[in-house]
């Protein structure tokens, strides 16, 4: 047996480091989801976790991963055959995609290079071709987890409103939210669809819909199969505080903890805590000699950032060294980007050291597993850091 000191530094891009505070929240004793201590709780959870989202509608958290929330966006919405225009911005929205094939829907993929955002102009120009409306809903995943791409949702929603198309827009923010600026209700959004291990700091098992006035108006129409995901019953019980099954209490007993700490510190500072340390990561990419994945500088992701390795090295050799050296977890390349990346997730509970500790890391790794890399970038990483 290996014999570790100190905390394991978990820096993958979700799930993600939970804080003391929240672990002692979900400690509490499991009580009676059908009492009125739990009413009470779910009552006052509802209501806290509105601004997260950026709304002032409805949010319905399920016991599931980020996986069963997509499935209840695409269930409570559209019916079998509907057509569903998916921006493939890397191996997330690929799978989401798969996901609503699989349900029956039929999907129009708009192809991308997995360094850019969804394209708000193709968007346009996609809904403009579209004259009969027969596109129901338009996927975009806000923060591409397996790149380090956050796409611009305020324009994804210009873009459909611009071409007077009604579609419905869906959008994955599961690697964003608490973490990347969002906002539900100004930018459109009808479905928001998020989970608890990322952003949100705690363990996984709790999924969430946000859901908008039109969301609500297509669920009466949508003809696709649901059962344990349909919103209605779920909005009918939480009208009383309660579930129409046995929630994952002590993840809410979390999650009313994590909302209060984000609350405390702040959305705004919260979002430009994550935007500076993506800035210092850059800057350490950058003085390694190394490429970050994002090519568009309007896109860089505040919550992970996706290094690229040169030609010849094997990303998850630096990432098997520094875990098995200095006990840090650094997120591999997915799909078409397996070896060819590795990915720094700085979301969540966070701060100047705990970045400081896992750039050293990162570094020490590159130079022990053989990639060229400058020790110009750490340096360069704290002279952002410490910017008064
Ligand atoms: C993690 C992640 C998912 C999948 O969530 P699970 O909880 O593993 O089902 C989906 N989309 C994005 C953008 C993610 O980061």
């Not at 993958?12 to 009492?35: E, K, W, Y």
């Not at 950026?54 to 966006?73: L, N």
């Not at 998020?194 to 705690?202: A, D, E, H, V, Y």
């Not at 510190?265 to 490429?291: D, F, I, K, S």
Request: charged share 20%.
């Amino acid at each position: 047996m290996t014999v570790r000191t100190g905390r394991h530094f978990l820096q993958i891009p979700g799930p993600t480091n939970v804080p003391d505070q929240v672990l002692r929240a979900m400690s509490a004793a499991t009580m009676d989801h059908r009492g009125p201590e739990f009413a009470a709780l779910t009552t006052r959870l509802l209501e806290v976790i509105k601004p997260v989202f950026g709304t002032s509608g409805p949010v319905v958290i399920y016991p599931s991963s980020g996986t069963g929330a997509w499935e209840a966006a695409l269930v409570n919405t559209l019916s079998p055959g509907d057509r569903v225009l998916c921006f493939e911005t890397g191996h997330f929205s690929t799978l989401w995609e798969e996901m609503a094939r699989s349900l029956g829907l039929r999907t129009e993929v708009v192809p991308g290079d997995w360094r850019h955002g969804a394209d708000p102009e193709e968007l346009a120009r996609r809904l403009a071709a579209d004259t009969d409306h027969a596109v129901k809903a338009v996927c975009v995943v806000h923060n591409e987890t397996s790149t380090g791409v956050t796409s611009r949702i305020a324009e994804i929603r210009r873009a459909i409103d611009e071409a007077g198309h009604p579609a419905l827009l869906l959008v994955d923010t599961i690697s964003s939210l608490g973490s990347i600026d969002y906002r539900h209700d100004a930018w459109g959004v009808d479905v928001t669809v998020s989970c608890s291990q990322k952003g949100l700091m705690l363990p996984p098992g709790l999924g969430f819909n946000a859901v908008s006035a039109k969301a609500l108006a297509a669920r009466e129409r949508a003809g696709l199969s649901r059962s344990y995901w349909d919103w209605i019953p779920i909005l009918a019980a939480n009208r009383r505080g309660m579930y129409p099954y046995t929630p994952a209490t002590n993840l809410l007993y979390g999650l009313a903890e994590a909302v209060e700490m984000l609350t405390a510190e702040g959305l705004p500072q919260v979002y430009a805590r994550h935007a500076r340390h993506a800035e210092a990561t850059r800057a350490a990419v950058r003085g390694w000699g190394l490429e970050v994945l994002c090519a568009d500088e309007r896109e860089h992701s505040g919550s992970l950032t996706a290094v690229l390795l040169p030609d010849g090295h094997d990303a998850d050799k630096v990432r098997k060294i520094v875990l098995e050296r200095f006990d840090m977890s650094l997120g591999a390349g997915l799909g078409r980007l397996a070896g060819k990346v590795f990915r720094i997730g700085h979301l969540g509970h966070f701060n100047d050291l705990t970045l400081a500790g896992t750039l050293a890391g990162v570094q020490m790794g590159l130079t022990l597993a053989g990639v060229p890399a400058d020790p110009a970038g750490l340096p360069a990483a704290l002279e952002v850091l410490s910017t008064p």
